[in-house]
């Protein structure tokens, strides 16, 4: 069985409450596993397991979370060498723009390596009925590709 991991962090809950509604998108496709971890919680171990990855991060002064970054900073030399290419895509809660962060995030997954596999769902403010729609479409869409082998 696939497996599918959403990485999150947020402090205001708008990021929490997206990377909740795409978890439940996951959670659709019986046919793969999924799970939600916070940045700072999760590691290398957790990385490892996932065919998949999901993340989920506010935009923080143009860039992602200061969270996401030891995520990311933590598991990085960890993984290098291993021949496993996981699916990626990437859910930005914004104040701006959240180019940056998504800018900043495809630079860092590409040493990994991951394969970007979905444009990226920006959300300018706090998340709408629509956000969180397209959110749970993310993850039932990620879900769905690993478990069907397409990624």
Request: hydrophobic letters at 45%.
């Given at each position: 069985?696939k497996h599918l991991l959403v990485v999150f962090h947020?402090?205001?809950?708008?990021?929490?409450?997206?990377?909740?509604?795409?978890?439940?998108?996951?959670?659709?496709?019986?046919?793969?596993?999924?799970?939600?971890?916070?940045?700072?919680?999760?590691?290398?171990?957790?990385?490892?397991?996932?065919?998949?990855?999901?993340?989920?991060?506010?935009?923080?002064?143009?860039?992602?979370?200061?969270a996401m970054k030891d995520f990311l900073d933590r598991?990085?030399?960890?993984?290098?060498?291993?021949?496993?290419?996981?699916?990626?895509?990437?859910?930005?809660?914004?104040?701006?723009?959240?180019?940056?962060?998504?800018?900043?995030?495809?630079?860092?997954?590409?040493?990994?390596?991951?394969?970007?596999?979905?444009?990226?769902?920006?959300?300018?403010?706090?998340?709408?009925?629509?956000?969180?729609?397209?959110?749970?479409?993310?993850?039932?869409?990620?879900?769905?590709?690993l478990a069907m082998g397409i990624f």
């Open positions: 069985m947020s402090q205001s809950g708008a990021t929490a409450r997206l990377a909740a509604a795409a978890l439940e998108g996951a959670h659709a496709e019986t046919e793969c596993g999924s799970r939600m971890l916070p940045a700072l919680e999760a590691g290398v171990e957790d990385l490892r397991k996932a065919d998949g990855v999901l993340f989920c991060t506010p935009e923080n002064f143009g860039y992602m979370s200061g598991t990085y030399y960890a993984l290098q060498g291993e021949a496993k290419v996981r699916a990626c895509a990437f859910i930005i809660s914004a104040g701006n723009d959240g180019s940056g962060a998504v800018r900043q995030l495809q630079r860092i997954v590409k040493g990994y390596p991951m394969r970007e596999v979905a444009d990226p769902l920006i959300v300018r403010g706090p998340p709408g009925a629509a956000d969180l729609a397209e959110a749970r479409d993310i993850g039932a869409a990620l879900a769905a590709g």
